[in-house]
């Protein structure tokens, strides 16, 4: 009962919504939520590789971000393995893909 | 401290809503009288919108079919399309959208924006109103009503009592407004206050809202108690705050998204049932739908409530009662034995018209007890798993059980609508 004075428990207690429209409601919600892919350019590319390739060669920690429809993705690890064949790349034993890139960096060693 | 900035909350409404789309839709029919009502076959068959023509004929929302062609035998009657009302309702959202990203829908045709943060580029709350009222019409052919305060409460009442009323749409209600416009208002005008509490308000003498919000709080509190009990306090701080615009909630977009404390489905019986096998039969149909939209919510139920209401309004029968299962289940099954047996003990054995089942105490359902007794658990689920899989790639109606099929079975019909209408 007390609900009804806090927050928005005034319109929550008191509002008519048919579930189908909730769930209409809800659907178009995650609809704007949903990421576009972002494309690299050139200069970006050879960035990412370059850390990548230092994270490799040296043992680097590195943080990636990566592509994911709904969420902010960031993988952060070491590189393991590249392999360009299959277009993908392994960071502690998982595998991602590279066509999935939308950026990456070193972590600052200390 | 800096003070904070007022804030600019509207309450956008549609006109005769569902008549409106369907006019939209049938341009032939602009300058008739045009109602929307319910299937006149069965009891719903009252009026569910009814365009401002028709509502000149005298023809009034909620009044039955009948009725309203005694008055206006040229009204011209379209069958509800429940499904095309939520689309145009968030289309509308869509465009509220383009100049706030503050919108809460309230209901299908009502929505809270909140603009602070637009005016700046728009100009007036009340120029900023008026584009996207003459955009909506354009776009959907639904005319819209915008209240505008400082709070959601204000923007409300400002929309009901006044932006309906007048020839813009528009109404800007702000507090020192108030003594002129609605503290000079009946109590029944007021949000929240039906024809009861109206009664009760008359009888401790307040009659207008302005009365009531001069009434000291612990006045009102002490008044209501007397009527109501100890517990009302809640109420009639609630009641103050209304009558004098008080209204710290936040326009909240995400308001939906919210994990539901219970998931229930209610129905009006077409007929009167008198049997208990009828009753059951549509109290299975009931709790396949609820245990349906649980299991795809990821939802097991610990409380099962049933509801029947009796079939004589004057002498009102029927009961609610719920009891707690031995497990947390989403199993139509298992939720289905325990709403019989609530039917059989409370049951009092006249006709029924009005039945409802819901589940509530929810938990994950990722992992579950396992019962010496349920050994069919398994077997059930993945039926269930793949009926539900027909269902949302088919329909509803793809796949019924066989009660269904019988003369009480309510499922396929139910199938068709929404919210008790038409899809």
């Not at chain 2, 209240?147 to 702000?174: E, Q, R, S």
């Not at chain 2, 077997?379 to 793809?398: F, H, N, P, V």
Request: charged residues 25%; hydrophobic residues 40%; aromatic residues 6%.
């Amino acid at each position: 009962m007390r609900k009804k004075l806090e927050g928005n428990g005034l319109w929550e207690s008191s509002r008519m919504m048919l579930p189908e429209h909730k769930a209409a409601i809800i659907r178009h919600t995650e609809s704007l939520k949903r990421r576009e892919r972002v494309q690299l350019d050139e200069q970006e590319w050879e960035h990412v590789s370059r850390a990548v390739s230092e994270s490799l060669q040296r043992r680097q920690p590195i943080t990636v971000r990566l592509f994911h429809p709904m969420e902010l993705l960031t993988v952060i690890g070491i590189v393991d393995r590249v392999d360009e064949l299959k277009g993908r790349f392994m960071v502690d034993g998982e595998w991602f893909p590279i066509a999935d890139i939308e950026g990456a960096a070193l972590e600052e060693s200390l | 401290m800096k003070h904070a900035r007022e804030r600019v909350v509207m309450l956008a409404d549609c006109q005769s809503f569902y008549a409106s789309v369907e006019k939209a839709e049938h341009p032939e029919y602009k300058d008739r009288p045009l109602a929307v009502a319910g299937d006149p076959k069965r009891r719903s068959g009252i009026i569910l919108a009814a365009c401002p023509i028709a509502k000149e004929h005298g023809v009034t929302t909620a009044e039955r079919l009948g009725d309203a062609l005694a008055k206006c035998p040229e009204l011209i009657i379209v069958q509800p399309r429940m499904a095309l009302y939520i689309d145009v309702s968030l289309i509308i959202t869509r465009i509220y959208q383009c100049y706030t990203d503050l919108v809460e829908p309230y209901s299908i045709d009502e929505q809270f924006l909140d603009v602070t943060g637009s005016l700046r580029l728009y100009g007036s709350p009340e120029e900023l109103a008026a584009l996207i009222q003459a955009r909506i019409l354009a776009e959907t052919g639904v005319y819209t009503r915008f209240g505008i305060g400082p709070n959601k409460i204000l923007a409300k009442t400002a929309c009901d009592n006044y932006a309906k009323k007048n020839d813009t749409g528009l109404f800007v209600l702000t507090p020192d407004k108030l003594a002129d416009t609605l503290w000079t208002l009946p109590v029944s005008k007021m949000f929240m206050a039906g024809s009861r509490m109206t009664r009760h308000f008359g009888a401790m003498g307040i009659e207008t809202i302005g009365q009531l919000a001069a009434t000291p709080l612990d006045k009102l509190k002490t008044l209501m108690r007397r009527k109501f009990g100890r517990n009302s306090d809640i109420n009639a701080e609630l009641y103050w705050r209304i009558a004098n615009g008080i209204d710290d909630s936040p326009v909240t977009p995400g308001t939906h998204e919210a994990a539901p404390q219970t998931i229930g489905h209610m129905m009006t019986l077409p007929r009167d049932y008198a049997t208990l096998e009828e009753i059951k039969t549509v109290l299975l149909e009931l709790t396949e739908l609820v245990c349906q939209r649980c299991r795809s919510k990821g939802y097991m139920g610990h409380v099962v409530s049933v509801a029947c209401m009796g079939a004589d309004f004057d002498r009102p029968t029927g009961f609610s009662r719920q009891m707690k299962m031995d497990d947390p289940t989403n199993v139509t099954n298992q939720a289905y034995r325990a709403a019989v047996q609530l039917l059989q003990r409370h049951w009092d054995g006249l006709p029924v018209r009005k039945v409802g089942v819901s589940l509530s105490g929810f938990a994950a359902d990722d992992e579950y007890q396992l019962s010496l007794f349920d050994q069919n658990r398994e077997k059930w689920m993945a039926l269930e798993r793949a009926t539900d899989a027909i269902k949302q790639k088919y329909g509803d109606a793809s796949i019924l059980r066989a009660v269904s099929a019988t003369e009480a079975g309510q499922a396929l019909d139910r199938s068709k609508k929404i919210g008790g209408h038409y899809k």
